[in-house]
């Protein structure tokens, strides 16, 4: 398999986000600003990259009827151990971000690629696999948390491009739900 | 005493809104909702599962973890829970009121994944709620989601008959339609 095409699908053409509409529940709740978008991303990426990895390797070892608690154990696993990381060293992104990182668990995409690529393909192609998925899903939330940040106070990763209040509706609930419908309505046009 | 229950009912039901503020059990609230009849299905089964699931993992979280001193096995525990609790009531159900298995049976395997009821199970732990309040939660939190649900299938099953611009049509058009309830939602902040 070509692997640059598999590292790249994730991005646009099978992006997890605009596309496939899989782990909704962290692109709404953590895209209040661009810089929480791209820190959930890269969480889940580690978690996806490591979970598809360590699957990959031994599927040959689970039986196939308890494959899934298998997964989902090994995923819970990598999930702890960047609920604790963040914790120690980045407190107040960890503080943001809140519940929606021991949610990580039950994002549909992490048991997705575990299930459709990762327990039928190398390990090469799973480690690869799961960092482009990975990195699509980081995208689609930087891309969305940017969009919302923008609209809701005129500012982005931080820094205040127009000094006054913005339109507060983005950066709350209302706004991530419309925010991503016109994002994913753009990404088909551009798919098509 | 009874007026502080009344007010985490509300709380959960209006103001903090499962779906529509805190972005848990997206995937549910988009997939299963074109139709009113299998959201009031759905509602039921979240309902039953999510304080089953509370009160089992708030028992775990006090008489197992805090006395072993393993919080951080937090989030292996409670999925592993959550899962075998789901697939057992479904074999119950099934033996036990096969009326009710058919009314619920399909949705309780979509459940597992369903954020929200391990948000929710996360959360009365966060919020050091004792067992009596967490079910209260629980089952207000359910029933927010449940509301949401019915409201959303309600306006889809009317959305076909309109004529939506080919880009938005399906997710993007949908996503709309939430983010125009979220804001309503937002009306009932301040009310507790």
């Not at chain 2, 007010?7 to 972005?23: D, E, K, P, Y």
């Not at chain 2, 979280?61 to 479904?90: C, K, N």
Request: proline share 3%.
């Amino acid at each position: 398999m070509n692997q640059w095409k598999n590292f790249t699908k994730g991005f646009i053409k099978e992006n997890p986000v605009f596309i496939l509409l899989l782990g909704l529940c962290p692109t709404l709740g953590v895209t209040t600003s661009a810089i929480n978008g791209l820190g959930m991303g890269l969480a889940t990426t580690f978690v996806l990259l490591m979970s598809n990895t360590v699957i990959s390797l031994i599927k040959n070892v689970i039986p196939n009827k308890v494959r899934i608690p298998s997964f989902i154990v090994i995923i819970a696993s990598f999930v702890t151990i960047v609920d604790l990381v963040m914790a120690a060293y980045v407190p107040a992104l960890h503080a943001q971000l809140g519940l929606f990182i021991p949610l990580i668990v039950v994002n549909c995409i992490v048991l997705g690629r575990a299930e459709a690529f990762a327990s039928k393909n190398t390990v090469l192609s799973s480690m690869i696999d799961g960092l482009g998925m990975g990195l699509g899903f980081a995208f689609a939330l930087t891309i969305l948390g940017a969009v919302r940040e923008l609209l809701g106070s005129y500012a982005i990763f931080g820094y205040k491009l127009i000094n006054t209040d913005g339109m507060l509706v983005f950066v709350l609930a209302p706004g991530a739900f419309i925010g991503l419908a016109y994002l994913v309505a753009i990404v088909r046009r551009i798919n098509k | 005493m009874e007026y502080e229950y009344i007010l985490i009912i509300i709380g959960a039901i209006f103001v903090n809104n499962i779906v529509l503020a805190q972005f848990l059990g997206i995937c549910p609230f988009m997939g299963v909702s074109s139709k009113v009849k299998t959201a009031v299905g759905m509602g039921g089964a979240v309902l039953f599962v999510m304080t089953l699931a509370v009160i089992v993992t708030w028992i775990i979280m006090h008489y197992v973890l805090i006395p072993f001193e393993i919080q951080y096995m937090q989030t292996i525990a409670y999925i592993l829970v959550i899962a075998s609790l789901v697939q057992m009531v479904e074999i119950i159900l099934k033996k036990m009121s096969p009326a009710l298995y058919q009314a619920l049976g399909v949705f309780l395997p979509l459940i597992t994944t369903n954020c929200a009821i391990l948000g929710v199970a996360i959360l009365v732990i966060q919020k050091e709620f004792n067992l009596l309040k967490s079910v209260i939660f629980s089952i207000g939190n359910a029933a927010g989601f449940a509301l949401a649900l019915i409201i959303f299938a309600g306006i889809r099953e009317h959305m076909d008959k309109l004529n939506i611009p080919e880009g938005m049509k399906g997710i993007p058009a949908s996503l709309v339609v939430a983010g125009i309830l979220a804001l309503a939602f937002m009306g009932f902040a301040g009310m507790v």
